[in-house]
């Protein structure tokens, strides 16, 4: 079953940007849809990005404009470019396979934490 690795989060001030990038164990050429979630104590998952195989994005309309979501299959990596961040933008990130309506392909990995603070 493929794995998620997600790297590049840390503390970032106000406006400021990061990019997190998600490695996967296996291809995702198969995988239709990827996202990004994010997940704040006490709250559920949200998907905030997605990107379509071919490449299609989403947004939530939190980040519609801020963010930029990006797949690369032949590296089976998926970036994601996050701009003018805010605080309500600080959660812990994870990416995973899209498959309908609120499910996953994968297991959840272990996320990169975000802090958006001055």
């Known amino acids: 079953q493929v794995q998620f690795v997600e790297s590049g989060g840390g503390l970032v001030q106000p406006g400021g940007s990061l990019r997190l990038s998600c490695a996967a164990s296996?291809?995702?050429?198969?995988?239709?849809?990827m996202g990004w979630y994010r997940q704040t104590p006490g709250t559920q998952r949200e998907l905030v990005a997605s990107?379509?195989?071919?490449?299609?994005?989403h947004y939530a309309d939190s980040v519609q404009g801020r963010f930029i979501i990006s797949r690369d299959n032949a590296r089976r990596t998926v970036a994601l470019q996050m701009n003018s961040l805010e605080p309500e933008d600080s959660a812990v990130y994870y990416c995973?396979?899209?498959?309908?309506?609120?499910?996953?392909?994968?297991?959840w990995g272990q996320g990169t934490r975000v802090t958006v603070s001055s």
């Open positions: 296996e291809s995702i050429s198969s995988i239709h849809t």
């Open positions: 990107i379509s195989a071919i490449a299609i994005d």
């Open positions: 995973n396979g899209v498959a309908g309506i609120g499910g996953v392909v994968a297991p």
